[in-house]
């Protein structure tokens, strides 16, 4: 049948509704994608955990997907979600209360003070990560795999490596330092170090 | 027992055991002390901190390939420096763990050994006794073994003829296939993609989940795999969609990327595009930016020389009808009466071709008229500058006869190639009294039922919609208007007025494919 039925009323053209929800949702992702690696950081920075760490992040962000059309654009995405990535490990420490191996409330409230400095050098400490990484020579970067991608305890990277377990921490200290220099000074003389 | 080398060494150090979950609760108490001193120290913390949460996630997210392959080609003997190094600190520590515990054994035992000599100096022996702590005799042989162990080591890392690592780079064998990818799949209400993925093999094939999902090729490039898709990936910079719909965002890291589609191929040459695979094998290609040649595949598994596709340009690829072609968008160029005419004038793209009751009628174009009967006020929908009302020419008002058929017309064109079932019209028509007939290319489409079929639909508009019936070329659309009855007015105002919705169309234009291969 070629022809709209009695009564249809034919669709329009373009649904603004659906295109606004389709647009708030395509920022989101965008903003996200970008704000990410400090929520991350910030929330690594308080949750030892990486699994507790990952859990509360996806869960920041669906708050903050569910939150999204309260924010304003034009401001600040990662001190919007930063706030609400507070919140969050503000009550994950409640939950946590027993467990005195947690930072204080107070803590929380300055590493997040100090976010908003440290997002001024967040895209040039990232570019200089990824190449002091790429200096790193292989046997560094095999502990570093162990460590972060396989997540094993320094103890487990000892049983692997056969290295005693004091070598494993002071390598994993010693590789943390040189990359610290490395980005150091690539962020400020742009200098490349081996 | 903290081996204190200096104050920064030691902060330092308690990051990294922080960064390793093992603190005790005292050395946690000095770390969070020592950020909550001030907002440098605690953005020291944040850049450590930072520093280690990045790396996890780069090692997660198999975002590193590009990094490991830029190591730079070490030598064994920058290996076996490393190891030194770290058998130098290990020997200096334990030196100074030897010396600390040394001290500590001689204060608790300096007291009986001063009591000792001094009543073996009064005895006036001959015999000199060393005393040698039984700790510092463990600390040496643990110096000595480890030495040995690290020289044995070393040893063995540098005989050539054995698999070693720091030398050659890892090729893939046949028992350990290349990672080519890593399928993550997307959070559903977020569209984010959380987790550790699953590694992707040649051949392996990838389904997206109902929210989608997302590959990242070890080649830098990022497959976005919309719901219920499914694709193999076949190579390090290839893969192959069966069915669903892809959107591929190439870096030039990850050029020369390759779609295969039923019966034909997809290059990148730096750009994003989109795939889509329907049921029926046919594909549709979207060159979001950049450019990607698109090529046809023979059946015997050649590739024919490619046709290129730039940015906003679609392609189609159907094998059942042996075709490749571009694909154009554009729109039906409608017309809607009266539109950007002043009154009173012709409407250069409608007519009256018809006036039952009146077989000496000519044709001529409808005029365009305010809205106004005349001799009273009608309810009649104000005009607009995208439509206006029209009537039949000759004549100063629309009053016409009850019971009058006037029809009018409208020509338009519909290029060749158009994908002529992609068309579907939608008018919102006003008219005094009603519709009689519609047809398109003298094919009815009015059914009885329809609204403009009955009367009233002057004061708002009754929707018109029209998806069959349409030709290539010109094309020509009637609309027969019926003034209805009224018994005490022996005459009474008829009208059309039309306005169009824009009518997106398809034009294929076949590409010649060349008979060689590339």
């Keep these: ?194 | 027992m903290e081996l204190r080398l200096t104050e920064h060494d030691d902060i330092e150090s308690t990051i990294s055991r922080y960064l390793d979950d093992e603190l005790d609760e005292e050395a946690f108490a000095v770390l969070e002390a020592w950020v909550n001193q001030s907002r440098e120290n605690a953005l020291a913390f944040v850049r450590q901190a930072f520093n280690s949460y990045r790396l996890r996630y780069c090692f997660v997210k198999q975002e590193l390939s590009k990094f490991t392959s830029q190591l730079a080609d070490r030598s064994s003997q920058e290996s076996g420096q490393f190891l030194a190094e770290l058998m130098q600190i290990e020997a200096r520590l334990q030196a100074e763990l030897v010396d600390v515990t040394d001290q500590l054994e001689a204060q608790k035992k300096g007291a009986l050994h001063k009591t000792l000599a001094d009543r073996q100096g009064a005895r006036r022996t001959t015999q000199k006794t060393i005393v040698i702590p039984w700790s510092f005799v463990y600390a040496a042989a643990a110096v000595l073994i480890l030495s040995a162990v690290g020289l044995l080591y070393q040893f063995t890392q540098t005989q050539p003829g054995r698999n070693n690592h720091a030398d050659q780079p890892q090729a893939p064998t046949q028992e350990r296939p290349e990672l080519l990818a890593v399928l993550y799949q997307k959070h559903p209400e977020t569209g984010l993609t959380f987790g550790q993925g699953q590694d992707l093999y040649p051949g392996d094939r990838a389904r997206a989940s109902d929210s989608g999902s997302v590959l990242q090729f070890l080649s830098g490039a990022v497959v976005q795999l919309e719901p219920s898709s499914q694709m193999v990936v076949t190579g390090h910079n290839q893969c192959d969609l069966s069915l669903g719909d892809l959107t591929v965002n190439v870096p030039p890291a990850a050029s020369g990327f390759e779609v295969l589609v039923p019966g034909g191929l997809v290059r990148d040459i730096g750009t994003e595009f989109s795939v889509s695979v329907d049921p029926s094998g046919v594909s549709h290609i979207s060159v979001l930016s950049g450019e990607v040649t698109l090529h046809k595949r023979t059946g015997d598994g050649r590739v024919l020389a490619g046709h290129a596709l730039i940015e906003n340009e679609r392609g189609v690829v159907d094998p059942s009808a042996d075709l490749l072609g571009i694909i154009q968008e554009s729109l039906l160029p409608l017309k809607s009466t009266g539109a950007a005419t002043a009154t009173g004038l012709p409407d250069p793209h409608w007519s009256v071709v018809r006036i039952s009751g009146d077989p000496a009628f000519k044709p001529g174009r409808a005029v365009v008229i305010a809205g106004d009967a005349g001799d009273r006020a009608i309810d009649w929908e104000p005009n607009t500058a995208r439509s206006a009302w029209i009537k039949q020419p000759g004549q100063a008002d629309p009053v016409v006869p009850e019971g009058q058929l006037t029809t009018y017309r409208h020509r338009f064109d519909v290029p060749q190639g158009t994908d002529l079932s992609s068309i579907v019209m939608r008018a919102r028509v006003w008219v005094d009294d009603y519709l009689a007939a519609a047809t398109i290319n003298g094919l009815s489409v009015l059914g009885s039922t329809h609204p403009l079929t009955k009367g009233a639909h002057y004061g708002e508009p009754a929707h018109l919609i029209i998806n069959r019936g349409f030709k290539h070329g010109e094309n020509v659309l009637e609309l027969t208007v019926a003034n209805d009855h009224a018994e005490d007015r022996p005459r009474s105002p008829s009208g059309l007025r039309v306005l169009f919705s824009p009518v997106p169309v398809r034009i294929i234009n076949a590409l010649e494919p060349s008979s060689s291969s590339p």
């Excluded at chain 1, 649904?15 to 400090?38: G, I, S, V």
């Design chain 1, 1 to 194: 049948m070629f022809l709209a039925p009695a009564g249809h009323q034919a669709q329009p053209v373009q649904d603004t509704t659906q295109m606004h929800t389709t647009h708030l949702k395509d920022e989101f992702a965008k903003n996200w994608a970008a704000a990410q690696p400090m929520v991350g950081a910030y929330i690594s920075s308080v949750v030892r955990d990486y699994h507790d760490a990952e859990d509360l992040l996806q869960q920041v962000a669906v708050i903050a997907f569910r939150k999204r059309e309260d924010y304003q654009p034009g401001t600040a995405f990662v001190s919007w979600v930063c706030s609400i990535a507070r919140y969050e490990l503000l009550r994950w420490q409640r939950d946590k209360a027993r467990n005195r191996l947690v930072f204080s409330d107070k803590t929380v409230e300055i590493l997040a003070e100090v976010q908003d400095v440290f997002e001024t050098e967040l895209d040039d400490r990232q570019e200089a990560l990824q190449h002091c990484f790429g200096v790193l020579d292989r046997k560094a970067v095999g502990l570093l795999k162990l460590r972060y991608k396989d997540n094993l305890t320094p103890e487990q990277i000892a049983r692997q490596t056969k290295m005693k377990p004091v070598s494993v921490r002071v390598a994993l200290h010693r590789i943390r330092q040189l990359l610290e220099k490395c980005i150091t000074d690539r962020m400020t003389r742009g200098v490349e170090v081996d």
